[in-house]
């Protein structure tokens, strides 16, 4: 089962490091990760995106816990969320095909962020679901190039993750 | 306020710690420290001949003291080389702080000459580590480091520092922190009332109960605790290999080691019972064989101070995060309290059941025709000559099963080996680091000839620092336990499992300056024995020439429950 983790961690050199040695060390499985400063410049938020049996999630959280660099953590998954992943997408939009790409884009609610006579690239923000959906919809064959963010969330209503 | 170079602050933080011993070996980028640790007095400086064994040492002194050892190392492949005993104390959980030598700052990444990433070459095996920055930070990250180490599951922490840092010609203001606080380091002070009451109502109820005790109640002090609760609930105890000495050997509630060189007693009672309390052990695969089929009838209740070794191999009914000590004293508080009473009668019958278990002894051998040595008898005399008193320091191997089994260790702290990692070559360097401390004590290493020969370049150090220890070579000429497991799974194919071109260990002790004495005979033993622990100001390397052939028994059999054993090289059960 996918789970999503976000994690607060000192912002130390290293710190990134022993959090995705540990996720090789013990054979964990590292799906997506984000990683940035947060608004209190001493942490950083990380945001990885793992699956495993209920005893391995809850063995990542522990071990994930243990370490001296991590300050907080929380399993997004286990509660009421928000999630959203970043996507820019490199699509080739010639002849016919362009107004057709600009129509798909637009019901996904994508932007077009650059334009050329014969590419478009196209921002898109969304679930993993809708994406992938996007690329499904768009065509293996007009996909130039793709580049994702990972996951990122956050709970919903009044449940922060903060000091 | 004073002003000392970062060299200085160094040495003068580990005094201040309270550091009696440093265990180390001086290079290229340590020099400015070194200079410091010539100026002063407050802390010893031990020279070994390799740095594993400095690693080894600090660990032994750490297990015997319930104190962190401290290694001192330079850059490059003297800090490449403290990895094997880093790791050693890393799967113990045994409190240390590795200092180790980096090239200069503005150097690092450059491949300089004897530049190693220490920080990531240890990342895996450390509770935490340092790359110390700032000279200014030098006493708060060495405050930190041990603060680390012996708080929580101990462990080992590494502290990097540049050469440029610890410059002699800049001083700065020294103040050493009383306390320091890391907001995301929080280790339990104490265990949860609620499910301790839990426990206590199933311990109330349970017919067939066993206490399982690790390691864990050994580094967290809480043997005395032990003893007053296996008292007060009459329960049988097993110990782990590391947890040998948090109960008495030698006491009717003691059931043996259990695992895979356990007592037939102590398995069986495992398998059987309705109620395991584990304290401070985790259920590691040498105790447990198939987690699958791991006593079915059992609930456990599971103390440990690290959350992540509950429910990691097998699912606690009642997990109990906290400190050993604390949590025992609650729960004794609380059994004092209930108005519960056991079912005595079960308990009767129970002990009935166990008893018949151990009718052979906990550990049966065949004691062969008088011709040729036993290693058993090897390690029965060890106990009779030293009267059951001494520090016994082990390698990996036969030889640590047989000490394991034969000796029994009455108190907590005496029985030094490495269980988890199984690392050959630390017995010797770790005995070291405990005669070291203990200089009137007996202390003695228990190995092989295979693991000897892998840090046997600290007799040398014994001779420099006149310790006094024996060395008790099990010489059976072959690596004998690759040796059995080869005669039972692969027919008796000794690939590479026997040790051919031996040295002459008696002149090889000589060489080094120390006594070397040889027995070949069973009648020869006991009073070489007595004439080793009787030479109280020489360090004696007894060479005992055993039976090739013998096997550890019982040895449980792979993929089976705990007590599917083999009891002999024709019987299992």
């Known amino acids: 089962m996918r789970r999503i983790i976000s994690v607060l961690v000192e912002n130390e050199p290293g710190a990134l490091s022993r959090i995705v040695g540990l996720f090789s060390q013990r054979n964990y499985n590292i799906e997506t990760l984000t990683v940035a400063p947060t608004e209190d410049e001493t942490l950083s938020r990380l945001t990885v995106t793992t699956s495993g049996n209920p005893q391995v999630i809850e063995q990542i959280t522990k071990q994930l816990n243990k370490l001296i660099d991590v300050v907080k ?91 | 306020m004073e002003l000392l170079s970062g060299a200085d602050m160094v040495v003068r933080s580990l005094a201040d710690e309270g550091v009696e011993y440093i265990y180390g070996y001086p290079g290229g980028a340590l020099l400015h420290v070194y200079d410091a640790i010539f100026r002063q007095k407050a802390v010893t400086h031990i020279l070994v001949r390799h740095e594993q064994a400095a690693t080894h040492m600090a660990d032994g002194y750490a297990r015997a003291t319930g104190k962190p050892g401290v290694a001192l190392v330079t850059s490059g492949p003297g800090a490449t080389n403290t990895i094997t005993g880093i790791a050693t104390a890393y799967l113990d959980s045994i409190p240390m702080v590795v200092i180790s030598g980096q090239v200069p700052s503005g150097f690092i990444g450059t491949d300089m000459f004897q530049e190693v990433d220490m920080v990531g070459i240890s990342r895996p095996i450390v509770k935490h580590s340092f790359l110390v920055k700032k000279a200014e930070d030098i006493p708060e990250v060495i405050r930190k480091a041990f ?293 009137e004590e007996q202390v003695a290493c228990v190995t092989g000839e295979g693991s000897i020969q892998m840090n046997i370049q600290e007799l040398s150090t014994c001779l420099q620092y006149d310790l006094h220890l024996k060395v008790i070579n099990i010489n059976n000429q072959a690596l004998g336990m690759v040796r059995q497991w080869q005669d039972m799974q692969y027919d008796s194919r000794y690939s590479h499992s026997y040790m051919e071109s031996l040295p002459d260990f008696v002149k090889l002790a000589e060489s080094y300056g120390h006594v070397g004495i040889r027995v070949t005979r069973p009648e020869e033993l006991l009073p070489a024995m007595e004439e080793a622990f009787s030479l109280k100001d020489r360090l004696v390397f007894m060479d005992i020439q055993v039976d090739p052939n013998e096997h550890v028994y019982p040895m449980q059999i792979k993929d089976g429950n705990m007590c599917d054993l083999w009891l002999s090289k024709t019987e299992r059960t």
């Open chain 1, 73 to 163: 953590l929380v399993d997004l998954t286990e509660g009421h969320h928000v999630e959203r992943e970043l996507m820019l997408i490199k699509v080739r939009a010639s002849g016919p095909l362009r107004a057709e790409v600009k129509r798909t884009a637009d019901i996904f609610r994508g932007q077009i962020v650059d334009v050329t006579s014969t590419v478009y690239t196209i921002q898109l923000t969304g679930t993993q679901d809708k994406l992938d959906g996007f690329i499904e919809s768009i065509g293996q064959a007009q996909v130039l190039e793709v580049v994702r963010s990972g996951i990122t969330g956050i709970a919903r209503g009044e449940k922060v993750l903060s000091l």
């Open chain 2, 147 to 439: 603060h680390i180490a012996q708080t929580g599951r101990p462990g080992p922490v590494v502290v990097d520092i540049p050469k440029d840092i610890t410059d002699l010609s800049k001083k700065y203001e020294y103040h050493y922190p009383d306390k320091v606080k890391i907001r995301s380091y929080n280790p339990p002070a104490k265990g949860h009332n609620g499910q301790i009451r839990k426990a206590v109502d199933l311990l109330m109820k349970a017919r067939r109960p066993v206490i399982y005790a690790g390691g864990g109640v050994i580094l967290g002090h809480a043997s005395e605790l032990l003893i007053e609760l296996a008292r007060k609930l009459n329960v049988p105890v097993t110990n782990t290999l590391n947890g040998l000495g948090g109960f008495p050997g030698s006491d009717r509630q003691f059931v043996g080691m259990l695992g895979m060189h356990g007592s037939y007693c102590a398995n069986k009672t495992m398998h059987h019972s309705d109620l395991i309390l584990a304290i401070g052990a985790r259920f590691d695969d040498r105790v447990t064989n198939n987690t699958e089929k791991f006593c079915p009838d059992a609930k456990i209740i599971h103390i440990d101070i690290d959350p992540a070794s509950i429910s990691k191999t097998v699912t606690a009914d009642i997990p109990i995060v906290g400190p050993v000590d604390t949590v025992l004293e609650n729960m004794l508080r609380q059994l004092s309290e209930t108005t519960d009473s056991q079912d005595d009668a079960a308990l009767a019958e129970w002990w009935t059941s166990i008893d018949s278990w151990r009718e052979k002894g906990l550990f049966p051998y065949e004691k062969g025709d008088g011709n040729i040595l036993k290693p058993q008898q090897v390690i029965e005399s060890l106990y009779q000559v030293t009267q059951g008193d001494a520090f016994v320091t082990s390698d990996v191997g036969q030889h640590q099963m047989f000490a394991a089994q034969y000796y029994r260790f009455n108190k907590p702290n005496r029985w030094i080996s490495s269980g988890g990692l199984g690392t050959m070559g630390f017995g010797l360097p770790a005995a070291m680091g405990i005669k070291l401390s203990f200089p």
